[in-house]
């Protein structure tokens, strides 16, 4: 009878593992198509004829956010920066013949909505030889605007139009927004109010705690950097050294009542950042 028993018991068991494998199955790919669509960011919206809300999905273990700063000038840090998996480069920063200093490779390239002429004159280079790399552009609503009333959207239409491999993203109104309400969480000061606007650094920052594990940032200063005694002179971008000294640069903006870029200020931002995630600095390093 105790024998009986157990056969049945034994029989109800293996008719019971196939539904319970199948389960298993189930769960692990729901769980896997979650993760898939969560590491989609939000607030990024590609461009493109079809008008697809698709946003951005682009993750990465370490990344290197290359500065344009003139402290990449001898930094010797071209090899180190290609052998990360994601790089992340501004505006129209050029790596032609500064390879040994800022590396080649570019994955991802954050870019301000006054940068947009600056790479459509070179269009076949930014947007068809290198047509591997995602953009992500950003600009105010009256620039960005998709009903036929902004300028630098329609130019960026025609681009995705002309060269349908290109993948080109626009940060939304409501991310610059946040963005917005971010600085003011930080530094308990209103944007709009003290005459400043966000720099495309701080756009890439954020983009770049959001799609990446761990942050090398090369080539950016601290925000104590410029009233050091001892600071080294470097011009504000490394491609045009014949321009204004960088920290020269950085105290106009800093202190001008209308449309400067609050650089030392979202430098102190990063400091704070910095503590919270994964982030170095390197060429130069940071005390935090």
């Known amino acids: 009878m105790k024998a009986q ?5 034994f029989c109800l068991l293996i008719l019971s593992l196939p539904p319970l494998v199948w389960f298993a199955l189930v769960i692990t790919r729901n769980d896997a ?3 898939a669509l969560n590491s989609e960011l939000k607030g990024y919206t590609r461009i493109s004829p079809s008008r697809t809300d698709q946003l951005l999905n682009i993750h990465c273990n370490h990344c290197a956010l290359v500065s344009s700063s003139g402290q990449m000038l001898g930094a010797s840090a071209g090899e180190e920066i290609d052998k990360t998996g994601c790089v992340i480069r501004m505006n129209n920063a050029p790596t032609r013949g500064y390879e040994k200093d800022v590396g080649s490779r570019t994955s991802v390239r954050v870019v301000s909505h006054t940068s947009v002429p600056l790479l459509v004159k070179h269009e076949k280079f930014y947007f068809q030889q290198s047509a591997d790399t995602t953009y992500v552009f950003w600009g105010p609503e009256r620039n960005m605007r ?25 940060v939304t109104r409501d991310k610059i ?15 709009m109010k003290t005459g400043a606007f966000l720099s495309t650094g701080f756009f890439t920052m954020i983009l770049a705690i959001e799609m990446c594990e761990s942050i090398s940032v090369y080539g950016m200063i601290d925000n104590n950097y410029c009233s050091r005694a001892n600071h080294s002179a470097v011009p504000y971008h490394y491609y045009e050294q014949s321009r204004i000294a960088e920290c020269r640069m ?16 979202e ?8 503590t919270r995630n994964k982030i170095e600095f390197k060429h130069p390093s940071w005390d935090l």
């Open 177 to 191: 927004q946040n963005c917005d309400s971010v600085f003011q969480n930080e530094t308990g000061k209103n944007r």
């Open 33 to 35: 198509s979650a993760n």
């Open 5 to 9: 028993v157990l056969r049945r018991w």
């Open 267 to 274: 430098k102190a931002i990063y400091a704070k950042w910095a």
């Open 146 to 170: 998709q009903d036929g009333k902004g300028q630098i959207f329609n130019l960026l239409l025609k681009m995705a139009i002309k060269y349908p491999k290109v993948k080109i993203y626009a």
């Open 250 to 265: 950085y105290k106009v903006h800093e202190n001008t009542q209308r449309g400067g870029h609050r650089f030392i200020t």
